[in-house]
Every structure is written in structure tokens, then in C-alpha cells.
């Protein structure tokens, strides 16, 4: 087991590395109900990206036909590439000096939410980014082609599904523990991820792509 969940650690890092999610549990543990819509955030992206996970890794736990799951090495080209395209792309669209991007409508009315809408927002910035699909799939399909049992799959699969979540599960847990001081540790937080939403995502995104080309690339030597 300890081959598939050191596989998928990088990947799940990555998805855990999410500005947007982070910014969404922080404006909603400042509005009433806040616990219970940040938990229902934090379930409804786990779904997300436990259904992608699970897909993956059961289609691509069947025996290669040739004995050897090179498959998953000619899906991490694929995705690696497309990883670092996304890249290019983000640090292309990047706010230019003295202008801001205005946030999305959701992170405006976010307050306002019901814990049923906090899930099904949390579904939708795991399945709508492109980078956590991405790396969900890669994460999987490294746990499906390690040599572990069925149920060491699992557990890896579920582990990287509670990595991939610490962007919401983080803010809850200084919400709880952090008293008096939390609200303002959580601002910081959140000021400094608007701050740098894109040289992360783009640092996540390329540093990524290039490990996943890389191991695609030794996987096929």
C-alpha cells in the first residue's frame, strides 16, 4: 500500500494547493451557519473528487493485457502536457500591473448560502477545474497501476481524497481551534491567496506537469 499512497502524493498536494476553495470556507465561517456550510463545502468537493478517483481506479485495476500498465504511462503524457498547457495559459491571462480581476459571482453571494448549495458549490470547484480534474485522474491511475491489493487501493484512494480536501478541511479546523484569533488568521489567509491565486495555480500547474512528464517519459524508456 505504501507504493500506491507515495504515488499519489504529489498529485493530491496539488489539488490541495486551491486558492478558490480555501477563499469560499473562509468567507463562509464568517457568515452565519458558517461551520456547517464549510462542512457541507468540504463534503461536496470529497464527493467530486472521490467519484473521479474511483472511476479511475477501479478501470484501471484490470489486468493489462501485456502484463505491464504501461497505460498509465502514456496518460501521464498526456495529462502532463496538458498540465503545463494549462500553465502557459494561466500566466498568459494573468492580471497585468494595476488591474484586478473581479470575483466570480458565487464568492459574492457565498454568505448567503444554505449548507445544500455550500455541497453543490463544493462539487462544482472540484469537477469545473481543470487542474483538480486533472490531477485527480493522474493521482488515481498512479494508485490503479501500483502493485497493491484491491483494498490498499482504497485506502490510497481515500487518503488522497483527504489530502486533496486540506484547502477546506484547514480553515475549519483554525475556525475551531483558533478562538478569538482565528478570524484573523483566516483574513490573512484569504488576502493572501487573492493576492496570488495566479502564481500559484501556475507554479502548481507547471511544476506538476513537468513530474508528470517526467515519470511518463521514464515509465516508456
Not at 457565498?110 to 455550500?118: E, H, I, M
Not at 482504497?154 to 487518503?159: D, K
Request: glycine fraction near 12%; proline fraction near 5%; charged fraction near 10%.
Amino acid at each position: 500500500m505504501g507504493e500506491a499512497v507515495g504515488a499519489m502524493l504529489a498529485s493530491a498536494a496539488g489539488i490541495a494547493i486551491g486558492p478558490r476553495p480555501l477563499i469560499a470556507a473562509i468567507l463562509m465561517l464568517a457568515a452565519p451557519r458558517g461551520r456547517a456550510n464549510a462542512l457541507a463545502l468540504t463534503a461536496g468537493r470529497a464527493a467530486a473528487l472521490g467519484a473521479i478517483a474511483a472511476v479511475v481506479v477501479t478501470a484501471g485495476s484490470r489486468p493489462a493485457p501485456g502484463g505491464e500498465p504501461t497505460w498509465s504511462s502514456w496518460l501521464k503524457l498526456a495529462l502532463g502536457t496538458l498540465l503545463v498547457l494549462l500553465a502557459l495559459g494561466q500566466w498568459r491571462d494573468r492580471p497585468r500591473e494595476g488591474h484586478v480581476n473581479a470575483p466570480p459571482g458565487w464568492m459574492r453571494s457565498v454568505r448567503r448560502f444554505t449548507a445544500g448549495r455550500s455541497a453543490r458549490l463544493g462539487a462544482a470547484l472540484a469537477a469545473a477545474s481543470p487542474k483538480d480534474v486533472v490531477l485527480a485522474v493522474g493521482g488515481a491511475a498512479s494508485v490503479a497501476a501500483s502493485p497493491t491489493s484491491g483494498a490498499g487501493k482504497a485506502v490510497a484512494g481515500t487518503l488522497m481524497v483527504l489530502i486533496a480536501s486540506l484547502c477546506t478541511l484547514l480553515p475549519l479546523a483554525v475556525h475551531l481551534l483558533g478562538r478569538d484569533g482565528s478570524a484573523r488568521t483566516l483574513g490573512e489567509w484569504k488576502a493572501w491567496m487573492s493576492a496570488h491565486h495566479t502564481a500559484i495555480t501556475t507554479t502548481v500547474l507547471a511544476v506538476l506537469g513537468t513530474t508528470y512528464l517526467g515519470d511518463a517519459l521514464t515509465g516508456l524508456a
